[in-house]
């Protein structure tokens, strides 16, 4: 059969953009796991154009669930074609019902243990509705399909050395969706650092690791990052504050050639800390966990998240300057999310406070989806958008570099400035994030046609 993978993508700004920092892995890990009877495409429609006049036999569709509208239109327009169309991924998972109404059948879960079947079944006629795939261990998974790649991703090489993560933030539904806490064997992750088939000298150079808390365990960590020293590489993660307590970890983190660490920081306010369940961040710890970083010449890029149950619009403008106050080289400024899987999700359909009739469409980290405490919803936009804005002007991104910029090892510093520069060229072009009530494109259309159900939540 002809297969086409296709990530789903619906823009978050004003204009979007035609290139990107770094693929996700999900596309290019399916297709190293498709039998080589199969030929296979992979499609990432953030930076590709949507083949609608494709020759597949199979589409599958992997979406996020702000992304559910635009993924739904994809199928239909498919099926219409006489395509079979499958779909996975986090909304599939926890809405399962809602993705068959649009596709021939759905996967649940890691796809690792049944993609092959299904496949299979699929050839011979057979394709069952739901596939429930079973988290296994992460031995002799296959090298991600790099070949497959679009052009337009700066970074190329992303690799997955761990699958879960220990803590349990209320936001997040990684818990839910990856359970446990599972590592792949350290042969298999160096096998994939060492290769080095890429046109660009950076693309060579720079190893993107997307695990959700690399370091959580350390011993497997310790030995991954000692054998990665002569490599001589470039490399960037998600991690825990936790790891400030580490001096050997850290130390570790320098020799083998670390760049930038995003950290979860969420929120300068006590209250909100303990309302997403991360109690472990001790914000008088903030600055001091950065400038070991920076001893190392290591960048931080920090996440935000304005709307937890605390915050004020007043309080999560002030975290513009708070960022620079501490150190942070490049913020990711998101809004609380309730995702399915989430205990946040679970605590507003209780309470009653999802806003009802927003579509999927609201549910992408840059909209407002529930009744904040203590503003409207449209004050916690606004909010967001002004420290957005504040956070990526010209003053605030110039302080960030010059602060930290002069302690920086040279890829830390490159990528602080290519990244400050991305964001602060947006935010200077007025190129901000949607506001989903205001979208009048070809998404808002379709989801007119649609029936309320399926973009909206579920009872």
Same mark, same amino acid.
Not at 72 to 88: C, D, E, N, P, S
Not at 438 to 459: F, G, H, N, Q
């Given at each position: 059969m002809k297969i086409e993978l296709i990530v789903v993508y619906v823009p978050r700004y004003t204009h979007g953009h035609e290139i990107d920092f770094v693929p996700p892995i999900t596309g290019i890990h399916l297709a190293a796991l498709t039998p080589t009877c199969h030929s296979v495409r992979v499609i990432h429609q953030q930076v590709d154009p949507i083949p609608y006049e494709s020759d597949a036999d199979l589409i599958a569709l992997s979406f996020f669930t702000g992304f559910a509208p635009e993924a739904?239109?994809?199928?239909?327009?498919?099926?219409?074609?006489?395509?079979?169309?499958?779909?996975?991924g986090p909304h599939v998972t926890f809405w399962p019902e809602e993705a068959l109404r649009y596709c021939d059948s759905v996967v649940l879960g890691e796809a690792e243990s049944i993609w092959a079947t299904l496949l299979e079944d699929a050839q011979n006629g057979a394709l069952k509705k739901t596939y429930i795939g079973q988290p296994l261990p992460l031995d002799n998974l296959p090298m991600p399909r790099y070949d497959l790649l679009s052009k337009n991703f700066f970074v190329r090489r992303v690799v997955q050395a761990t699958r879960g993560c220990p803590f349990l933030c209320s936001f997040c539904s990684v818990p839910s969706i990856n359970p446990g806490f599972r590592t792949r064997p350290l042969?298999?992750?160096?096998?994939?650092?060492?290769?080095?088939?890429?046109?660009?000298?950076?693309?060579?150079?720079?190893?993107?690791?997307?695990?959700d808390n690399l370091t959580a365990n350390r011993r497997y960590i310790k030995e991954l990052l000692s054998a990665m020293i002569p490599l001589k590489k470039w490399w960037l993660t998600q991690a825990s504050m936790d790891i400030a307590r580490d001096e050997e970890l850290l130390d570790l983190m320098q020799q083998s050639g670390c760049i930038g660490v995003f950290l979860g920081i969420e929120s300068f306010g006590e209250q909100s800390l303990k309302s997403a369940n991360k109690a472990h961040n001790k914000i008088g710890d903030y600055k001091q966990c950065i400038e070991k970083l920076h001893a190392r010449g290591i960048a931080v890029m920090a996440g935000l998240i304005a709307g937890f149950d605390g915050d004020t619009p007043q309080s999560i403008v002030s975290m513009a300057d708070q960022l620079v106050e501490?150190?942070? #080289?490049?913020?990711?400024?998101?809004? +609380?999310?309730?995702?399915? $899987?989430?205990?946040?999700? @679970? #605590?507003?359909?209780?309470?009653?406070? +999802?806003?009802?009739?927003? $579509?999927?469409?609201?549910? @992408?980290?840059?909209n407002v989806a529930f009744h904040p405490q203590?503003?409207?919803?449209?004050?916690?936009?606004?909010?967001h958008r002004q420290l957005w804005v504040k956070a990526f002007s010209p003053l605030h991104v110039a302080r960030r570099l010059l602060r930290s910029g002069w302690r920086l090892r040279l890829g830390a510093a490159l990528l602080s400035l290519a990244m400050n520069g991305f964001y602060g060229l947006k935010a200077w072009r007025g190129n901000l994030p949607v506001d989903m009530a205001?979208?009048?494109?070809?998404?808002?259309?379709?989801?007119?046609?649609?029936?309320?159900?399926?973009?909206?939540?579920?009872?």
């Open positions: 739904y239109r994809l199928a239909m327009h498919f099926k219409q074609r006489g395509k079979i169309v499958v779909a996975g042969q298999d992750v160096l096998r994939e650092i060492q290769f080095d088939d890429f046109p660009h000298w950076w693309q060579r150079k720079i190893v993107w690791f997307w695990d501490i150190g942070v #080289d490049v913020p990711f400024l998101s809004i +609380l999310t309730p995702f399915k $899987g989430a205990a946040a999700y @679970n #605590d507003f359909e209780r309470q009653g406070r +999802l806003i009802e009739g927003r $579509g999927w469409q609201f549910f @992408n980290g840059y203590g503003m409207s919803a449209e004050q916690l936009l606004q909010a205001l979208r009048d494109d070809t998404i808002a259309a379709c989801e007119c046609s649609l029936s309320s159900t399926v973009v909206r939540p579920l009872p």
